[in-house]
């Protein structure tokens, strides 16, 4: 019997999975997370509200699937993800970081990154398999969003990061953030950062 109930858990997960998977990218219309919750098997919806228990207050309300900031917002189907100066910036970090330097960066800024210079970031590549993601996609985006230069220093201290890319364009770090809503002039302040390389869209900065 608990081997029946065992296959069925694990037939269950499959089942979500592609169904999410079908969702993510295939599916034209957008659905309330809550309205497919009110469908999934009681252990699975535990699960989901474990994970919606740990995110930013201001990130778990109206979820809707697929998530808007991924199909209908990026659109990086069809366009660049990451522009030609973050690309001249993996040739600098080659060449004047060491191999065990992390960076603060979004997913497609660290995927770039990971992939020119084995360097590792924030998020990125087998991140999402490390122990908490959901803490380093919080401290990713607030380190970009907030306006105060102590507290996004102190986050980028907090996750280890020796230098923090910045691009000027909207950033996927979990959450989409629009350029508008990115806050660079903390970045200047030298009590915590310093400017190491500039290119035409973006700027890494070395943590203190």
């Given at each position: 019997?608990?081997?029946?109930?065992r296959?069925?858990?694990r037939?269950?997960v499959?089942?979500?999975?592609l169904?999410m998977?079908?969702?993510?990218y295939?599916?034209p219309?957008?659905?309330?997370?809550d309205?497919?919750?009110a469908?999934?098997?009681s252990?699975?919806?535990?699960?989901v509200?474990?994970v919606?228990?740990?995110l930013?207050?201001?990130k778990?309300?109206?979820l809707?699937?697929?998530?808007?900031?991924?199909?209908?917002?990026c659109?990086?189907?069809?366009?660049c993800?990451?522009?030609?100066?973050?690309?001249n910036?993996?040739?600098?970090?080659?060449?004047?970081t060491?191999?065990?330097d992390?960076f603060?960066?979004d997913i497609?800024a660290?995927?770039?990154?990971?992939?020119?210079t084995?360097?590792?970031?924030?998020e990125?590549?087998?991140?999402?398999?490390?122990p908490?993601p959901i803490?380093?996609?919080?401290h990713?985006?607030e380190?970009?969003?907030?306006?105060?230069s102590?507290h996004?220093?102190?986050?980028?201290?907090?996750?280890?990061?020796?230098?923090?890319f910045?691009?000027y364009?909207?950033?996927?770090?979990g959450?989409w953030l629009?350029?508008?809503e990115?806050?660079?002039?903390?970045?200047?302040?030298?009590r915590y950062?310093?400017?190491v390389?500039?290119?035409?869209n973006?700027t890494i900065?070395?943590?203190?």
């Amino acid at each position: 019997m608990r081997t029946m109930r065992r296959q069925g858990k694990r037939l269950a997960v499959v089942a979500l999975f592609l169904f999410m998977l079908f969702m993510g990218y295939f599916w034209p219309f957008q659905i309330g997370l809550d309205e497919v919750r009110a469908h999934l098997p009681s252990f699975l919806d535990r699960e989901v509200q474990s994970v919606l228990d740990r995110l930013p207050p201001d990130k778990d309300k109206n979820l809707k699937l697929p998530l808007p900031e991924v199909k209908y917002q990026c659109d990086f189907y069809y366009d660049c993800v990451v522009g030609l100066g973050e690309y001249n910036a993996t040739f600098w970090i080659l060449n004047n970081t060491g191999k065990d330097d992390k960076f603060v960066a979004d997913i497609f800024a660290a995927e770039l990154i990971m992939g020119m210079t084995t360097r590792v970031s924030t998020e990125g590549g087998d991140w999402a398999n490390a122990p908490d993601p959901i803490s380093m996609m919080t401290h990713t985006n607030e380190i970009y969003k907030t306006n105060d230069s102590a507290h996004a220093y102190e986050l980028a201290k907090l996750e280890k990061a020796d230098y923090v890319f910045v691009p000027y364009r909207g950033l996927f770090t979990g959450w989409w953030l629009p350029k508008e809503e990115v806050d660079y002039a903390k970045f200047n302040d030298s009590r915590y950062f310093e400017a190491v390389f500039v290119d035409d869209n973006v700027t890494i900065y070395r943590v203190k």
